[in-house]
């Protein structure tokens, strides 16, 4: 049993297809993740078949798939590449931490949700979804900035480029009030394996309350339904009982829970 690790994604997909396909809710990180990773690794049996995979972006912040804990503890960096932080399924990511010998600390505690039956809001908030264009690119970037300040991620940089990929390929969506003025945006990833993942789902403060989230929410889970996702996916974090209950409302069930940790700086 042993990690092999490459810098080609083409490589990586030749040798972990199976396992990605396999279950891509549990590798929904590392699917959307894989090709503009900075390194990939999976973990082989002695058969040959392949039972867990991690994607690193950026440099030393791997996010873990599916993987049994023995791969987990078994996962050694080269020096100087040691994670400075790591998400994945809780057991994983602490058998990896406890196992590195570093000291670590939780940064956050988080729960994956699959899309059953799509639900939508009762009662449905008043205004309407749509998708955003090119002149929302300024609006949506400051709004992302803001939701990274909002969940404890850097907010200083530039969310231009990220955004307007989003929007030129009609994956991001605006919750626009009666008077045309858009007061909530969510966005979805591109459909890899059969899912898709629900993301950055913001409503600034001053027009929280009123359901706007339910609602873009529910029409950015009903396009992905619609383009061809076969699983669409969100997480939450653990912390926000509101965002919690929202999303189950809609239809979403449960899959696992996830951890992230920061590790303190290595000493040589």
């Known amino acids: ?9 083409a490589a990586f997909r030749t040798a972990a297809a199976e396992h990605l396909a396999a279950d891509p809710a549990r590798n929904t990180a590392v699917l959307t993740l894989m090709d503009r990773a ?5 973990w082989a049996e002695p058969d040959g078949r392949v039972t867990g995979v991690l994607a690193e ?6 996010a873990f798939g599916a993987m049994p804990v023995e791969a987990a503890r078994a996962l050694v960096f080269p020096a100087g590449t040691e994670p400075t932080e790591l998400r994945g399924e809780t057991a994983a990511v602490e058998a990896y931490a406890e196992a590195s010998g570093r000291p670590w600390r939780p940064t956050v505690r988080m729960r994956l949700f699959r899309l059953g039956r799509l639900i939508p809001p009762d009662p449905a908030p ?3 979804a749509r998708v955003a264009d090119a002149a929302d690119v300024p609006l949506a970037a400051a709004w992302a900035r803001d ?13 231009t480029g990220p955004v307007g990929e989003r929007i030129s390929e009609g994956r991001l969506l605006l919750w626009e009030s009666p008077d045309d003025r858009p007061v909530s945006m969510a966005a979805v990833s591109r459909t890899i394996e059969g899912q898709a993942r629900v993301h950055l789902v913001y409503t600034p403060p001053a027009d929280r309350g009123r359901g706007h989230a339910a609602g873009v929410t529910a029409a950015v889970g009903r396009a992905a339904l619609d383009s061809g996702a076969g ?7 653990l912390g926000n009982p509101t965002s919690n209950a929202l999303y189950r409302r809609l239809g979403y069930r449960p899959v ?6 920061a590790f303190a700086p290595v000493t040589v």
């Open 38 to 42: 900075d390194r990939l690794g999976w």
């Open 57 to 62: 972006s950026p440099p030393r912040v791997p």
């Open 1 to 9: 049993m042993t990690w092999h690790f490459t810098e080609d994604s």
């Open 147 to 159: 939701f990274a300040r909002d969940i404890g991620e850097d907010p200083e940089q530039d969310f």
């Open 126 to 128: 008043a205004g309407r």
């Open 256 to 261: 696992t829970d996830h951890l992230g940790v």
């Open 231 to 237: 699983q669409v996916l969100l997480f939450t974090d």
